[in-house]
């Protein structure tokens, strides 16, 4: 990869990437996917679900609503938690989600049901095992925070070429770790650690990613450049 480029401050850095990225809503011709929770009723409070995917045409008429919470997250008060990673691959037309704390990637194309095409959780993935139910205030955020190391939050999901990657929080030892799996048969090819978290790919095909670490002497840290299979093959 390329010599990383350095940022004084966390919103230099998203004025950067703002200046490079291109509109990942307007993927397809007719059609603009947007995310959030769409509650349904329920007599059952203790069970109030949500889809999270919706789709409009290009005038912003509603279409449909697609991706239902997972149920067997419901007793872990996760709805709260549920913003997806997203990828969108204008070339295909297709749009990919994951939720943080489910090993699952999503497959959404126009005129297609949403389906799941990879499945296959590896052993350093962890779901969470216990509630999410932090106090207000200094002390909830701490709280917070600890309940995020007992399981293993994916942070990104991207394609590259022949791959798909997948990204999340392990500290194994390195911060992240990266799952790089084949793009049509999803068959697991590697396992990379890295302290550098995905954000997104440029309209130039360049990806970009930050220097993700803690220290009071961290300073934001942004790198560009390629997938390298050499790396692990």
Not at 3 to 20: D, E, F, G, I
Not at 180 to 190: E, F, N, Q, S, W
Request: one cysteine or more; charged letters at 25%; a neutral charge.
């Amino acid at each position: 990869m390329n010599t990383p480029l350095r940022a004084n401050s966390l919103n230099h850095l998203y004025m950067v990437l703002r200046a490079s990225v291109p509109d990942a809503w307007h993927i397809y011709p007719r059609q603009y996917v947007l995310f959030g929770n769409k509650w349904l009723p329920s007599p059952d409070p203790s069970k109030r679900t949500a889809d999270l995917v919706h789709t409009y045409d290009k005038s912003g008429h509603y279409q449909k609503s697609v991706l239902r919470f997972p149920d067997r997250f419901l007793p872990l008060n996760l709805i709260a938690c549920d913003t997806p990673e997203v990828y969108a691959d204008s070339a295909a037309n297709t749009v990919y989600i994951a939720l943080p704390f489910d090993y699952k990637v999503y497959s959404l194309a126009p005129s297609e049901k949403i389906s799941s095409i990879i499945n296959e959780k590896p052993a350093r993935f962890r779901e969470p095992a216990t509630r999410c139910d932090p106090k207000a205030g200094p002390e909830g955020v701490k709280e917070f925070q600890s309940w995020l190391l007992t399981w293993t939050p994916i942070v990104a999901i991207w394609q590259d070429g022949a791959y798909f990657l997948i990204e999340y929080q392990t500290f194994d030892p390195l911060r992240y770790t990266v799952d790089v799996r084949d793009l049509h048969t999803h068959r697991l090819l590697a396992q990379l650690g890295t302290n550098y978290r995905y954000l997104t790919t440029d309209t130039l095909g360049q990806e970009w990613f930050v220097r993700d670490v803690d220290g009071a002497s961290y300073r934001p840290e942004l790198l560009k450049g390629k997938f390298d299979e050499h790396a692990w093959r």
